[in-house]
Every structure is written in C-alpha cells, then in structure tokens.
C-alpha cells in the first residue's frame, strides 16, 4: 500500500505543516471486526498535530479519502484509522496477478545462497529426526528460490569416525557376508542392524569386566571391541586398503538406500560433502588465525579462542597433538563452501541442540576477518514427538524414516477408502493418491509449526480432510479442478467483473498477499508462514464456494470471472504447495 504511505506523509505535512518519513508510518491490516482493509497507526502523529488521537486520525482520514481515489471510505476507532480500499482498486489488483506469469514468484536478483540439509551418518538408515530436517532445508530452499535468489542444495554427509567403524567391524565378526541382495534389506537398514549390534555385543563385553571388577568407565574403554573398533579407525585414517575397501562397500549400500528414502521424501541435492573429504580441513586457518592472534597456544600445544568477552567461554580448536576437533573441521568447509560456490548467504539447517557449536564457529570466523562471515545463519529447529505406541520402530528406539513414509500412506488409504470417494479409481491411481495424500500430510504437519518449536506429531490427526492439514490444502485444490472440469469452459481466464461481493473482494485480498508471504519465509526461512497462508487461502475458498454460485449461476460473465478466480485460487495451492515439497492430487 505504497500509495497510501506516501499520501500520509504529504497529509501530516499539509494538515500539520510537519515532515516525516514513510519509515515514520506503521500500517496492518484491519482487525476482523472492523470495517476496513488497512489500519494506519496515527499515535506517532498526535505530537506533531496537538490534537487527540481520534480527531487526528479523522482529520488524516478525511484528507485521504479526498486526495485518493483509492480510498472508498474510513473509520475510526480509539486513535485507528481504519481505510476501506474501493473495490475497483481490488479488480485492478486481481487483473494484475491474473495475467502474470508465475504469479507470487520474484525475477532473479542475482544474489545465491546455500541450504545445507540432512546431514546424515552412514551406520544407520534416516529416522523422524532426519525427516523434520530434510523436509525443512528442501522447503526453505524452494521458498528462497521462489523469492529470486539462486539456490545451492548441500548435503555434508558423516561418513567417517568410530561410529561408521562400529558398524564396519560388527559387519566383519557377525555378518557372514551378508548384503543387501542377500538379506533383501536396503542398504542403510543393514548397516544400520550391525550398528546395533556392535551395540549389544558390546554391553555384553562392558558388563563382563564389570563382573571382573571393573569400573563402568573402565569398562567401557577396556571392552575389546572398542578397542577394536579404535584401531580400525586408526588404520582408516592411515589408509589400509582392506579397512579402506570394507569403508567403502559398507558406504556403497549406505548410499543406495539413502537414495530410496530420499526419492521416497521428493528431496534433492545439488552438492554432496563428505567428511572424510573434509575432516583434516582447517588446519590452515588455525594457523592463520595464530599469526593474527586470534587464537592462543597453551602449554601443552593445544591451540584454543578465548570468547569469553563475547559471553561465550574458551574454545578448543587444535588438540596437543595437532589433531583436528570438529570445530576445526567445520572452518574448513564452511570456507571450502564458500571457495567454491561464492555465494552470498549459507543456511545451516541442525537441531537445536548445535546452537552454540554454530555461534562459536560464525563468530571464529568473523575474528578470522571473513567477510562472508555475516552470511552465515543457522536455522535450529526443535525435535519431533510421537504419541506412545503410535509408529512401530524397526531398531525399537527411533522412528525409521521408510516405516514413518509407509505409515503415512497407510493411514492415508484407510481414511481415503473410509470416505469411500476412490471407487472409480485404478489401484495404480490409488496408490499413487495415497502417496500423495499420506506424504502431504506428513510435510505438512510437520512444516505448519515454527521450525524452533517442538513438535508432537500424530499420524491420524495429521490427515484429518477438514482439519488444519494438508490433505484439507489438497482437497480444496482438487475440488477447484473439478469445478473446472465439470464447468466445460474454456477462456474464462481474465475475465474481470464490473463488481464484486464480499466473499469474491475477501478471496482476492487473500490472493493478493501471496508474494509476500514468500518473500517473508524466505527473509525469515520459516516455510509455516506459508504453510499457514495456504490454510487460509484453502479455508477462504471453501467458504466463497459454499455461498457463491459457480455452475449453476446464470449470469454467464459472473460465472467466467468465478471459474477465473477460482483457477488462480487453485495456481496459488498448487505452487505454494510444491514450495513445501507437497503435491496436490488433481481429484480426490
């Protein structure tokens, strides 16, 4: 409402003979149970004009309505000035999005940025907290790309250290040979059975030099796997081709099953880091940062930060014996990150529970006179719950992502089926609408709350078809095709309408906030504010579909513009929609 801003400045200036600035106007939008569309603030002016708050904004007010053609009336309420924009102003506004390509997407501005998302490690297949992650970064990242800005997808994948050996050498005592063609299990979900393994056998081990008399922490560093396990990870890093070529195999099947599920999610990547790529970088910038004096050594050569003027505490960043902690590698890549894409923003998506671990590592490298340094930002997100005894869990302690997917299409076809609407469907058509459905309602669900927030996630309440849901986006999206299809109209689009009610001005206001509502996930990387506008775009339509004739009204052109509004409703969903990985079925 740039015209309104702008006309309010010149009132205070005629009516007041006082300048301000359009950064000196606040305007909102009008509270439901008040006439109007825009609220202007007129509080900050009262200094300025020596009078009330209500006489000020009637005096503003009257001054508007007479220099704007715009503005079709006002109120006001306790200092308010609530504006009533005219509605030829909103046929214009609807005409516009009508007839633009991609409508609430931004041109390129030229400007990149990285999401790094997902993150995993290869001893075990991805469970629910992968799931939040994935479907996070990969929306964010379409949101960001939605607003202009060309998007780089990373993936730094965790595929070294005692824990990928744990799973090497439970695999090497225990496994027979076993493959996944030879077990029929995916990949990530074998190595991931001898992780657990390794687990078992060695609490075994613990408790028995326990009963010898050992203490538990002895025990724990004296059990012999460990310390088998620790040798294979020495001669990983000392490069033994037989430990080297087992890493490698075991990583291989890691990989294809990652590559299932990921599929199975509708997430992608553009960039893949691997840490055994990656972990002896940053040795370099310590050095630097010893010459600049940002860092100290100790004693014992261990070379530490002292943040404690910064609030935080002293931070290690090079052990005694000159090996790297993971502080030291995290430099590194954020620097091969940048060398190598150049760009202007980089979002870490990793839980809440790395929040320090991130302020230190953006603040080292702001000392270390990073310029790139400010672009870095770390999206922390909460943990996901599920209500006891809801999801079966293949390891018995976390949430498979494959049995969560499953579940969710599971759940979907039975609510689907219970509504008894699938009848003229194929089985191959079924199938492929509860995939939709189910993975709609799992993304949803899990993307509608502010990603700082915990999250308790129940399966069958997240597929409620008139809840707050997905599957209730998509089913008004359906609804709305087949309004299209049923209508058997072609070139209704464009049609504008000489007038409009209530329900047709509400629909297009709602409308016409779609491209800052991307433009503020994107600013704040927050998908919910999406998610929820969909809602209310979904819920909006519903409610003008109920008491708005479309079919079956006689005026033909009132017809055309609602079937018009309706399609650009429908475009809205289906585009908003994919920002958040979810698909919309094109009938229900």
Same mark, same amino acid.
């Given at each position: ?115 790094? @998302? ?10 629910? %907290?992968?799931?939040?992650?994935n479907l996070l970064g990969y929306s964010v990242a379409q949101i ?40 029929? $299990? ?7 059975? @001898? ?10 081990? #613990? ?99 002292? $943040? ?8 290690? #960043? ?29 979002? @870490? ?133 087949? #309004? ?52 209310? #775009? ?14 079956k009204n006689e005026d033909e052109q009132v017809k055309k513009f ?7 409703? %429908? ?18």
């Open positions: 409402m740039e015209f309104i801003i702008q006309k309010t400045v010149d009132a205070v200036q005629t009516l007041y003979n006082q300048s301000i600035t359009s950064s000196d106007i606040t305007l909102q939008e009008t509270r439901k149970e008040f006439a109007g569309d825009v609220t202007l603030v007129v509080f900050p002016f009262t200094r300025l004009s020596k009078k009330s708050p209500d006489v000020t904004a009637q005096e503003i007010g009257e001054y508007l309505k007479q220099n704007v053609a715009e503005i079709a009336d006002f109120n006001v309420i306790k200092g308010f000035l609530n504006i009533v924009i005219d509605d030829n102003f909103w046929i214009n506004r609807y005409a516009d999005s009508s007839k633009t390509a991609n409508f609430g997407f931004s041109a390129a501005n030229g400007k990149k940025v990285m999401v790094e @998302y997902s993150s995993p490690n290869t001893n075990k297949p991805l469970h629910l %907290g992968h799931v939040r992650n960001i790309g939605a607003a202009g800005y060309e998007i780089v997808k990373a993936n730094l994948v965790n595929d070294r250290g005692i824990h990928i050996c744990k799973s090497m050498l439970a695999w090497q005592k225990f496994g027979n040979g076993e493959t996944p063609e030879t077990s029929g $299990l995916k990949g990530d979900h074998l190595v991931g059975k @001898y992780y657990v393994i390794f687990d078992k056998e060695y609490k075994k081990e #613990v408790d028995e030099l326990k009963l010898q008399g050992l203490a538990e922490d002895e025990a724990k560093k004296k059990a012999p796997l460990m310390l088998e396990a620790q040798q294979m990870l020495k001669q990983w890093e000392e490069g033994d081709s037989a430990v080297i070529d087992l890493w490698k195999m075991m990583n291989s099947w890691v990989y294809a099953g990652f590559d299932v599920t990921y599929k199975n999610l509708g997430v992608d990547f553009d960039k893949y880091y691997y840490e055994s790529n990656t972990y002896l970088l940053g040795k370099d910038l310590i050095e630097e940062g010893l010459a600049k004096g940002v860092f100290f050594r100790k004693p014992d050569s261990s070379v530490w930060i002292d $943040l404690t003027a910064d609030g935080l505490d002293e931070k290690l #960043v090079l052990r005694s014996d000159g090996t790297s902690v993971y502080m030291t590698q995290d430099l590194g890549t954020a620097e091969l990150k940048y060398n190598d894409f150049h760009m202007d923003k980089s979002v @870490y998506v990793v839980g809440n529970e790395q929040d320090y671990h991130f302020k230190v590592l953006f603040l080292i490298l702001e000392k270390l006179g990073k310029s790139w340094a400010k672009g870095l930002f770390h999206l922390s997100y909460g943990m996901v719950d599920l209500p006891s005894g809801k999801m079966k869990s293949r390891e018995g302690t976390v949430v498979d992502a494959d049995d969560l997917i499953q579940e969710m299409m599971d759940t979907a076809r039975q609510h689907t089926e219970e509504l008894g609407k699938v009848e003229d469907f194929t089985e191959d058509e079924k199938t492929e609408l509860f995939r939709k459905i189910g993975l709609g309602a799992l993304k949803y669900h899990l993307l509608k709350v502010d990603p700082k927030k915990r999250i308790m996630f129940d399966p069958n309440e997240s597929i409620d078809f008139q809840g707050h849901t997905g599957p209730f986006i998509q089913y008004s999206y359906a609804r709305i095709k087949s #309004v299209i299809r049923k209508s058997e109209q072609f070139g209704f689009e464009g049609t504008l309408p000489s007038v409009i009610n209530k329900d047709e001005r509400e629909l297009i206001q709602q409308l016409d906030k779609f491209p800052s509502v991307i433009n503020d996930a994107a600013e704040t990387y927050n998908p919910a504010s999406l998610a929820n506008y969909l809602y209310e #775009v979904a819920k909006g339509y519903n409610k003008f579909y109920h008491d708005n004739p479309i079919l609602r079937l018009a509004l309706s399609a650009l409703t %429908g475009d809205v969903l289906k585009r908003g929609s994919n920002l958040l990985g979810i698909e919309v079925p094109e009938r229900m």
